[in-house]
């Protein structure tokens, strides 16, 4: 690395299912990490459950402030690399974390899963009402007055897609 890097929050690329171990490894060595998580429900022959999975599978958020930082993440056996697209790391801005943070804690939303399909079409809108307020989300799927919105976190090139009534949603 040739240049000092811009504090923030960066994507670690960790090995798969070992995102809460990082998460909590980087936490003991001092890291401010996040690591979203939703709850689904999983079906055994014999019963079913209600577990906590990674929004973003392998990905977690570490807030890097110093060339030092960076380094020191990544020497975590479960981290494998900071994630890049093309040359630049991939940074989560602050307004992206608390919207994330915002989706995931908010409650009666269920079905948020992540998508990084690069959509052309659809009704661009805001969400008016309810924790979400402000938000900007593209309609994905209309059916029986419950809309599929999709919320784009840019720096990770991926989607969150909620479902939401159409009274919470308006046109741009």
């Given at each position: 690395?040739?240049?000092?890097l811009?504090?923030?929050?960066?994507?670690l690329?960790?090995?798969?299912?070992?995102?809460?171990?990082?998460?909590?490894?980087l936490?003991?060595?001092?890291?401010?990490?996040?690591?979203?998580?939703?709850?689904?429900?999983?079906?055994?022959?014999?019963?079913?459950?209600?577990?906590?999975?990674?929004?973003f599978?392998?990905?977690?958020?570490?807030?890097?402030?110093?060339?030092?930082?960076?380094?020191?993440?990544?020497?975590?056996?479960?981290?494998?690399?900071?994630?890049?697209?093309?040359?630049?790391?991939?940074?989560?801005?602050?307004?992206?974390?608390?919207?994330?943070?915002?989706?995931?804690?908010?409650?009666?939303?269920?079905?948020?899963?992540?998508?990084?399909?690069?959509?052309?079409?659809?009704?661009?809108m805001?969400?008016?009402?309810?924790?979400l307020?402000?938000?900007?989300?593209?309609?994905?799927?209309c059916?029986?007055?419950?809309?599929?919105?999709?919320?784009?976190?840019e720096?990770?090139?991926?989607?969150?897609?909620?479902?939401?009534?159409?009274?919470?949603?308006?046109?741009?």
């Amino acid at each position: 690395m040739t240049k000092s890097l811009v504090s923030g929050w960066y994507v670690l690329y960790v090995q798969s299912r070992q995102e809460k171990k990082a998460q909590r490894l980087l936490k003991e060595k001092g890291f401010d990490t996040f690591l979203p998580l939703v709850k689904k429900i999983r079906n055994w022959s014999d019963r079913k459950a209600t577990i906590e999975t990674p929004l973003f599978p392998s990905y977690l958020f570490v807030y890097i402030s110093s060339d030092k930082n960076f380094y020191q993440a990544l020497s975590l056996n479960e981290v494998c690399a900071f994630i890049k697209f093309g040359n630049q790391y991939a940074r989560v801005t602050e307004e992206e974390v608390k919207d994330i943070k915002s989706i995931i804690s908010t409650p009666n939303i269920d079905d948020v899963y992540i998508d990084n399909q690069t959509v052309t079409y659809g009704t661009k809108m805001s969400i008016k009402t309810g924790p979400l307020k402000g938000m900007n989300c593209e309609v994905i799927d209309c059916n029986n007055n419950n809309n599929k919105i999709r919320v784009r976190i840019e720096s990770l090139r991926q989607d969150v897609i909620v479902q939401l009534k159409e009274k919470d949603l308006k046109i741009n």
